[in-house]
């Protein structure tokens, strides 16, 4: 599976949109981006995921470039309840388990 | 139901103890996971069960021990462990269907202590 890159933090003022970048230079076409988050001490959560097209959810939107390299997450009026780690994740989705969690991005919302 | 379950939450052990961590869901997904999380580190994958048979050993030492007793359930035998087998231990579910399988929905997780 390819591998992501994401930036180790971020912050964003609550009610602001959070924009979370995700390099994914290597993905192949039949590879879907995921995305999940996990809250401290909670195991992690499912927000969305994608193969080509945009996709939005009650949670958060996922834009994925046209060349599929690279991905955004977007929680459009982020909460201090998004405070999070939140993680990028590349895989065919076909074979249980062949995806692995990298570092992630730690998003910190402020008041 | 929509949910993973685990037991305990938490659970300290010594180091000759025998015990089992526990995980269930009722979703009808037929692919279920263990990881183990130190703190401050990502979710490491230890084991995959597909349609109850386990397919995915991430090379994990013998003293941890899973079990598929059926779709809805699976174990973590745990014996002679370490103090650095210490961990948030996680259990995950995935329905079936193309792009699903990492559609993974995780337990609250257990945390082990082993003294």
């Known amino acids: 599976d390819a591998k992501t890159t994401q930036p180790p933090s971020m912050d964003c003022a609550e009610g602001r949109a959070a924009n979370l970048p995700c390099n994914h230079s290597?993905?192949?076409?039949?590879?879907?981006v995921y995305w999940y988050r996990q809250i401290h001490s909670q195991g992690p959560q499912y927000i969305i995921h994608?193969?080509?097209n945009n996709e939005t959810n009650e949670m958060a939107s996922l834009i994925i470039t046209e060349d599929r390299k690279s991905s955004t997450l977007i929680l459009p009026h982020a909460t201090l309840r998004d405070t999070a780690v939140y993680y990028c994740?590349?895989?065919?989705?076909?074979?249980?388990?062949?995806?692995?969690f990298g570092d992630g991005t730690t998003l910190t919302v402020k008041p | 139901d929509t949910e993973v379950t685990q037991t305990p939450k938490h659970l300290v052990m010594g180091m000759t103890n025998k015990k089992s961590l526990k995980c269930e869901q009722h979703?009808?997904?037929?692919?279920m996971y263990w990881y183990k999380q130190k703190a401050k580190k990502p979710p490491e994958l230890m084991f995959v069960?597909?349609?109850?048979?386990?397919?995915i050993n991430e090379s994990v030492p013998s003293r941890f021990s899973p079990e598929c007793p059926n779709s809805s359930l699976l174990n973590l035998h745990l014996h002679a462990l370490q103090p650095e087998d210490s961990a948030l231990y996680l259990c995950?579910?995935?329905?079936?269907?193309?792009?699903?399988?990492?559609?993974?929905?995780f337990g609250p997780g257990t945390r082990l202590t082993v003294l």
């Open positions: 290597t993905i192949s076409g039949n590879e879907y």
């Open positions: 994608g193969l080509k």
């Open positions: 069960y597909s349609y109850e048979k386990l397919s």
């Open positions: 994740i590349v895989s065919s989705g076909t074979n249980a388990g062949k995806s692995t």
């Open positions: 979703m009808g997904h037929r692919a």
């Open positions: 995950a579910s995935s329905p079936p269907g193309p792009g699903r399988l990492d559609t993974q929905y």
